[in-house]
């Protein structure tokens, strides 16, 4: 099971596209590697989780489980930086 965790301010498009994007990205390839879920976080209505988890900047994906723990910031719309970000695909 993975578990990822999105950190976005508000609904603003640019949040909106983060989790389009994200979504998009994990169910494509974490289906092959089992299930996994997503929690979104707007940074405005939690921030002491979003302090707890060291959040500079959104959007900004964490993935918990398995562990390492990594994390990516900003545009997800390159598959590859996301998957490389995230510890789902190992670098070529």
Same mark, same amino acid.
């Given at each position: ?6 950190? =976005? ?10 989790? =389009? %994007? ?12 089992? /299930?996994?879920?997503?929690? =979104? ?6 921030p ?6 060291? @959040? ?18 900003? /545009?997800?719309? %390159?598959?590859?930086? =996301?998957? @490389? ?8």
């Open positions: 099971m993975y578990k990822i965790r999105l950190y =976005v301010i508000g609904q603003t498009a640019k949040a909106k596209k983060a989790f =389009v %994007d994200l979504t998009a990205i994990l169910d494509d390839e974490i289906k092959t590697l089992g /299930n996994y879920s997503l929690e =979104v976080i707007d940074v405005l209505e939690n002491q989780l979003a302090a707890d988890d060291k @959040i500079l900047a959104t959007p900004t994906a964490i993935k918990f489980l398995p562990v390492p723990i990594a994390r990516i910031i900003g /545009n997800f719309s %390159d598959r590859e930086k =996301v998957l @490389i970000g995230l510890d789902l695909k190992e670098i070529d």
